[in-house]
Nanobody, 122 residues
């Protein structure tokens, strides 16, 4: 079983930065890809960024390119989301997820963390 635990959320003003972290319990075929999703109140969950654990290759949703950076530590047990130039519309619960495939399909993520709240005020 893959366990994920997020941290690093909080409240910031527009233009500020936050760094989210997600500790992943195991490296297995069902956790080859790690991703960040978010869900704002009244909206559907959307993919933000994902990364292949083996190669470190990232993929970003178009709305965060140039502002957010996904990365992992050397032993691939922790994935980070550095968020810069935050906007009020980035306010959401952010979830870490593990799955088999990265890229733009955003499907097949079987393991999820509890989420961490990010609030950006104007």
């Amino acid at each position: 079983q893959v366990h994920l635990a997020e941290s690093g959320g909080g409240s910031v003003q527009a233009g500020g930065s936050l760094r989210l972290s997600c500790v992943v319990s195991t490296l297995s075929s069902s956790s080859r890809c790690l991703a960040w999703f978010r869900q704002a109140p009244g909206k559907e969950r959307e993919g933000v960024a994902n990364i292949w654990r083996e190669t470190g290759d990232p993929y970003y949703a178009s709305f965060v390119k140039g502002r957010f950076t996904i990365s992992q530590d050397n032993d691939k047990s922790t994935v980070f989301l550095q968020m810069n130039s935050l906007k009020p519309e980035d306010t959401a619960m952010y979830y870490c997820a593990a799955g088999k495939w990265c890229g733009g399909t955003w499907s097949g993520f079987e393991h999820w963390g509890q989420g961490t709240q990010v609030t950006v005020s104007s």
